[in-house]
T-cell receptor, first 111, second 110 residues
Framework: EADIYQTPRYLVIGTGKKITLECSQTMGHDKMYWYQQDPGMELHLIHYSYGVNSTEKGDLSSESTVSRIRTEHFPLTLESARPSHTSQYLC??????????FGPGTRLTVT | SQKIEQNSEALNIQEGKTATLTCNYTNYSPAYLQWYRQDPGRGPVFLLLIRENEKEKRKERLKVTFDTTLKQSLFHITASQPADSATYLCALVTGNQFYFGTGTSLTVIP
């Protein structure tokens, strides 16, 4: 079992609310990622980080933001949630050039 | 960017048979290719990695092949079991970029 954690696991929230999805890993990995995945669909990379104070946008444009102040922590924030943000959000980490370890995911529903 | 195609149809096989899943890609060859298993509502779990200069890799009942001429990887599960039922994703890695396929749903029927 990988040492990467996401909270909350499930979140139902109203439109316009600000939310932060938490992701932490205890493996000391420099690289961390956020993916969005709808049921039966592929993973879409929305943000990634190569290390502390490094953040980049992925292939899928997103209205979310991320920060990387500590190696182990990579939170994702939505300033104003909308129904179109309803999805599963997966966090992952890796060493350079190796496999990714995924967290259990956060299932977000915006009403 | 890379386009990755996996078996679009779900795969149903009888227990004990060999399951073969396909991953095709376009454009340039990746440095290496990975296979993951994903169960419903959970994150993917890494299974195997194969590099561009390797033809075949094995791990217990799993076997992966990589043909850079055909731009294709095949993933085999021998002596399949109902517990192998899941979605299997291939991922291409080039430099620091990971590109995931949509996955193939496998059901092993007892």
């Amino acid at each position: 079992e990988a040492d990467i954690y996401q909270t909350p696991r499930y979140l139902v929230i109203g439109t316009g609310k600000k939310i932060t999805l938490e992701c932490s890993q205890t493996m000391g990995h420099d690289k961390m990622y956020w993916y969005q995945q709808d049921p039966g669909m592929e993973l879409h990379l929305i943000h990634y980080s190569y290390g502390v104070n490094s953040t980049e946008k992925g292939d899928l444009s997103s209205e979310s933001t991320v920060s990387r102040i500590r190696t182990e922590h990579f939170p994702l924030t939505l300033e104003s949630a909308r129904p179109s943000h309803t999805s599963q959000y997966l966090c992952a980490s890796s060493e350079w050039g190796t496999e990714q370890y995924f967290g259990p995911g956060t299932r977000l529903t915006v009403t | 960017s890379q386009k990755i195609e996996q078996n679009s149809e779900a795969l149903n096989i009888q227990e004990g048979k060999t399951a073969t899943l396909t991953c095709n890609y376009t454009n340039y060859s990746p440095a290496y290719l990975q296979w993951y298993r994903q169960d419903p509502g959970r994150g993917p779990v890494f299974l195997l990695l194969i590099r561009e200069n390797e033809k075949e890799k094995r791990k217990e009942r799993l076997k992966v092949t990589f043909d850079t001429t055909l731009k294709q990887s095949l993933f085999h599960i021998t002596a399949s079991q109902p517990a192998d039922s899941a979605t299997y994703l291939c991922a291409l890695v080039t430099g620091n970029q990971f590109y995931f396929g949509t996955g193939t749903s496998l059901t092993v029927i007892p």
